[in-house]
């Protein structure tokens, strides 16, 4: 059963930063490239960044460019996103999931950018 478990999240003062975490099981991991999508309230789930399946390539939405970061551990079936600079609009539920892939979607971690 292929499983995506995302932590990390919580409530954060603009500027702040935070690092979330996303263990994937079931599947192998370094065959896929992998994504980090959001979803904030009211709004479709976009996507916010992607990694190649060696980690070597790497792509973000204009919103985040410069701020965030994405990485990955191949050997620990693990990705993480650096967020930096955080700011109210980056508040979402976030979530780690393979690019074109079909799966069951992951919970999520909550990510609240607030004063």
């Known amino acids: 059963q292929v499983q995506f478990v995302e932590s990390g999240g919580g409530l954060v003062q603009p500027g702040g930063s935070l690092r979330l975490s996303c263990v994937v099981s079931?599947?192998?991991?370094?065959?896929?490239?992998m994504a980090w999508y959001r979803q904030a309230p009211g709004e479709e789930r976009a996507l916010v960044a992607w990694?190649?399946?060696?980690?070597?390539?790497?792509k973000y939405s204009d919103s985040v460019k410069g701020r965030f970061t994405i990485s990955r551990e191949n050997a620990k079936n693990t990705m993480y996103l650096q967020m930096n600079s955080l700011k109210p609009e980056d508040t979402a539920v976030y979530y780690c999931?393979?690019?074109?892939?079909?799966?069951?979607w992951g919970q999520g971690t909550q990510v609240i950018v607030s004063s």
């Open positions: 999931y393979p690019l074109g892939a079909t799966w069951n």
């Open positions: 990694i190649s399946d060696t980690g070597r390539n790497t």
């Open positions: 079931g599947l192998t991991f370094s065959d896929f490239i």
